[in-house]
């Protein structure tokens, strides 16, 4: 069934249950930890808790290091967990076996790359990134610029926008790298990755993609794109946990050169010979820096053995299903109070969220009411989340979304509207998390 050439007025939620009873990844869902009555559609903030996870970590704290203790290091594997578990990862985004490593946190793996990818051009002056990337990644780049340019004169930081300047107008023979995020945090558009990756290479410069809202969400294919360096989170539609490690990825015809700017004793040749000098361990290694933090890394380790049996060709399929089923309920039914889809349309250009926008034309909405509309549905046990100014965000996780959460979160948001309850002065008062 195609839903975007469907009548919006001939889906019915008996519909959205057909659509689940054919749902190859039903099964799925039930191996999740989901609170009864909770629609939940902020997976690509923080994903749902897999029911094996708690199993797992208490394992590792009760048996690997209650018992193992010291020995769990060689008995457990815990010291090559980082490269263990990026193999299992590079399965996701189109990466081999050697090519991918747990980091720190994302802010940090993407200070690594980004200071790696402008090393390996030098004499350019240019970084490039994107006004609408998620603010940390601006934040690091500052760092990198300074770091990397002369006392008194950092590289140049250039930013492209939808609405301009482009990245066609922006790029020339000194920009050193581009660091883009592959689906956008705040609207969900998707670059096309390959075509991205042509237009920067052409210009003699690399790229730096930061998968935190692909990964686990939409196919990724980082080797035949072509692409150099990439980042991304583990706590989003993988499912990791809240502190989950973040992950590097390095083109291999890059990991004999790439150098680091954070080089700890784990990333050294030989770890345990403790020298005084730094020697850069091969391949992707040379990017550890200190010790991973493993019980955190139990959380992701039980999550991608469930991933490992998830077939992403049917995870991009039911993603654009219900990602297509909600634009088409929203435009059918919430139209008249001016609620417009900011995601684009177009399948191949959208991650695996909607994002929508009060106060459109026609409508009785001001754009700052999409807050409180998103804390009353909130209550409603509905959870998407709001993102400044005025973006009601809506992720769509494969794995645990169905067809009919999709219907209820609509009808949800329909009766909030029609009711006028949203209104109600305690939905306006905005905390510090959203």
């Known amino acids: 069934m195609s839903l975007a050439t469907s009548e919006p007025h001939t889906i019915d939620r008996a519909t959205c249950a057909a659509l689940d009873a054919a749902d190859p990844l039903a099964r799925f869902r039930e191996r999740f930890a989901l609170p009864e009555g909770v629609v939940y559609l ?23 290091w209650g018992t193992g203790l010291i020995r769990s290091w060689n008995d457990a594997g815990w010291f090559d967990k980082p490269a263990a578990l990026g193999d299992r990862i590079a399965l996701l985004i189109g990466a081999a076996p050697g090519e991918v490593v747990l980091g720190d946190s994302t802010s940090a793996s993407l200070f690594q790359v980004a200071t790696a990818a402008a090393r390996l051009r030098p004499g350019r002056r240019v970084i490039i990134s994107e006004r609408g990337n998620f603010p940390t990644d601006l934040y690091v780049l500052e760092s990198v610029q300074e770091l990397l340019g002369e006392p008194g004169r950092p590289l140049e930081r250039r930013l492209i926008d939808d609405d301009g300047p482009t990245l066609d107008e922006v790029l020339d023979d000194d920009v050193a790298v581009v660091v883009l995020t592959h689906v956008n945090y ?3 558009r998707m670059y096309d990755m390959a075509e991205v990756t042509r237009r920067v290479h052409e210009a003699g410069a690399l790229i730096v993609w930061d998968l935190c809202h692909s990964v686990g969400a939409v196919p990724v294919e980082l080797n035949a794109a072509g692409a150099d360096f990439a980042i991304g989170c583990t706590y989003k539609y993988l499912n990791g946990g809240p502190g989950s490690p973040s992950f590097i990825w390095v083109a291999g015809r890059h990991q004999g050169v790439a150098r680091p700017p954070l080089t700890g004793w784990h990333g050294h040749a030989r770890p345990f010979d403790f020298t005084v000098g730094y020697e850069p361990a091969d391949g992707i290694t040379r990017f550890r820096v200190g010790t991973p933090q493993l019980l955190a890394v139990a959380g992701l380790e039980a999550s991608l053995a469930l991933w490992a049996e998830v077939d992403l060709a049917e995870l991009r399929e039911k993603s654009l299903r219900l990602t297509e089923l909600f634009i ?9 109070w001016g609620i417009e889809v900011v995601t684009p349309r177009q399948s191949a250009r959208r991650g695996s ?25 909130i209550e409603r046990g509905v959870i998407g989340d709001f993102r400044a100014p005025d973006l009601m965000r809506f992720g769509f996780a494969p794995l645990y979304v169905t067809h009919t959460d999709v219907w209820d979160a609509v009808a949800a948001l329909e009766d909030l509207l029609r009711s006028g309850s949203w209104r109600e002065p305690r939905f306006a008062r905005r905390g510090a998390v959203t």
């Open 42 to 64: 902020d997976g690509n903030s923080l994903g749902a808790l897999p029911r094996a996870t708690p199993g797992h970590v208490e394992r590792v704290i009760a048996e690997e």
């Open 186 to 188: 705040r609207t969900g």
């Open 328 to 336: 088409c309920l929203v435009d059918a039914r919430l139209a008249e």
């Open 353 to 377: 969220q909607v994002a929508l926008r009060a106060g459109g034309s026609g409508g009785a909405l001001d754009p700052g009411d999409g807050y409180a509309l998103m804390q009353a549905l």
